[in-house]
């Protein structure tokens, strides 16, 4: 009897993460012999973890939803999930501590009232003027005014986001990844929230929140590895990559560690890797910005209950914080969490970067006691920058790799910003199911 996994062609998938575990996952069971080749040793891309001595940190706030489709894929891997109350705060312009993203009872419902009818006329007035489709800055305007973008400090928040002043990012960027605006604005949204609170109707019960295994995303991903292997797909992991070239009808993938051929070729590594590989030097890359994350150790009384807490002030330079000690347990009496920092122009050290924290929350009252740097972990590649000059780049990026048969997804693959992992699963499966209609 043929194995099931030989009946169809050989395809080579680069990168470990969910994109690529995604494509493996499908075209295994489509009858492809697949076989999964990284740079990384484990799998799992960026879902990663640090230990340094008896904690473990993350790169990133990264959480699983019960509606992600990771269940459907890697059932064995998310048997390993903790389940976790997930709340999420911000620090305002104000230096006060609010709901993300936004707590419209308390810093709305307690403005004077010529203050809310300012910031409601505001709102009319750029709603009924506001039809520039240049940037993701016309795109918030729009839905939020101009007060209520500068006042809750989302206008700051985009900027650390994107590295790149708000007016500058593609309007197209906020289409496709802030629909959350979009509906939470929307005029029936916002209706049938009333009709809810005046006739007392239940909302739909919330999501329940997970979170990795205590001991990290190694032990959840080896658990998708093995349920993969199982299926026939073979791993080649710390593959050392060199070349990616043409060979007869397919490809040669060389590393370090060997050199794999197959009919079809899957990158879900960044895009410029590919390029690189491929030998195709004379474009520029789509810039992408680093991100350095910072881990730390508080003994004494966080001024603030959330799990996640993002920073929409001016000052410092960090992004968001994870408290991982809120559903793991403090250790020793210590909290201890992870706190991102992306850096669009020179990169700082991270002591640097650890003092300007320091500074920024001391100012804020949100670590009073024992703070300690006790680690860090340097991320190439982390964000996409989207301006008008990198989606160019990235379009002819992708039109010359693609030319020469590569077929790229996922975050690092195609250049797009997927915030989750749930999101990218469901865009792997879109992009395979449309090779498959085209005859791949
Ligand atoms: C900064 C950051 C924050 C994130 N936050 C969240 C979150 O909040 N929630 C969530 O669910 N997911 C988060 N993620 C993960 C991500 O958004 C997707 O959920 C998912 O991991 C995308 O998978 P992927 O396979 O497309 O890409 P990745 O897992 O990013 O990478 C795929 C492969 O590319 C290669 N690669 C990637 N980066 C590098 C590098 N710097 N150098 C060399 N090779 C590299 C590796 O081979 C890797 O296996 C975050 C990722 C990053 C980088």
């Not at 795109?139 to 700051?156: K, M, N």
């Not at 397919?250 to 890797?273: C, E, K, N, Q, Y």
């Not at 680690?375 to 982390?382: I, K, P, R, S, V």
């Amino acid at each position: 009897m043929m194995d099931r996994a030989q009946a169809g062609s050989s395809v080579l998938v680069l990168g470990s993460g969910v994109s690529g575990l995604t494509a493996a996952y499908e075209l295994s069971r489509a009858g492809h012999a697949v076989t999964v080749i990284d740079d990384y040793d484990q799998p799992g891309g960026n879902h990663l973890s640090c230990n340094i001595g008896a904690y473990t940190f993350d790169i990133g706030a990264i959480f699983f939803w019960s509606n992600s489709l990771m269940l459907d894929v890697f059932p064995s891997a998310t048997a390993t999930w903790e389940p976790i109350e997930c709340t999420t705060g911000r620090v305002t312009p104000a230096r006060t501590v609010r709901s993300y993203p936004f707590d419209l009872k308390r810093e709305f419902g307690n403005l004077p009232l010529p203050r809310k009818l300012a910031i409601l006329g505001d709102v009319a007035w750029h709603r009924l003027t506001h039809f520039r489709k240049r940037s993701v800055e016309d795109f918030v305007v729009r839905r939020l005014g101009q007060r209520l973008y500068r006042e809750s400090g989302l206008d700051i928040y985009i900027r650390r986001f994107c590295g790149l002043p708000p007016e500058r990012v593609t309007y197209t960027f906020a289409e496709r990844r802030m629909q959350w605006l979009r509906q939470k604005t929307s005029v029936s949204d916002v209706a049938r929230g009333v009709f809810r609170r005046f006739t007392r109707k239940a909302r739909a019960p919330a999501l329940q929140g997970f979170a990795r295994p205590r001991q990290g995303f190694p032990h959840m991903y080896d658990q998708a590895k093995r349920q993969l292997e199982a299926a026939g797909v073979r791993f080649s992991l710390g593959a050392g990559l060199t070349s990616i070239t043409r060979d007869g009808g397919g490809f040669a993938v060389t590393g370090a560690t060997g050199t794999w051929r197959g009919d079809r070729l899957i990158s879900t590594i960044p895009l410029a890797m590919t390029a690189r590989l491929a030998g195709i030097d004379d474009i520029a890359p789509p810039r992408s910005m680093m991100m350095t994350t910072l881990f730390c150790r508080f003994r004494g009384t966080p001024g603030f209950p959330y799990t996640v807490l993002y920073n929409f002030h001016r000052d410092g330079v960090w992004k968001r914080l994870t408290m991982h000690s809120n559903y793991y347990g403090q250790v020793g009496g210590d909290a201890y969490f992870s706190v991102e920092c992306t850096q669009p122009d020179e990169a700082q050290s991270p002591e640097a970067l650890f003092e300007d924290f320091r500074a920024s929350t001391e100012s804020f009252g949100l670590f009073a006691g024992e703070l300690e740097l006790v680690g860090h972990l340097e991320t190439e590649f982390a964000y996409p920058v989207l301006d008008e000059e990198s989606a160019r780049n990235r379009e002819v990026m992708l039109q010359r790799t693609e030319q020469m048969g590569i077929e790229s997804l996922g975050r690092q693959g195609a250049f797009d910003y997927i915030p989750h992992s749930s999101m990218a699963i469901g865009l792997a499966r879109k992009a395979l199911a449309a090779a498959a209609g085209r005859g791949r």
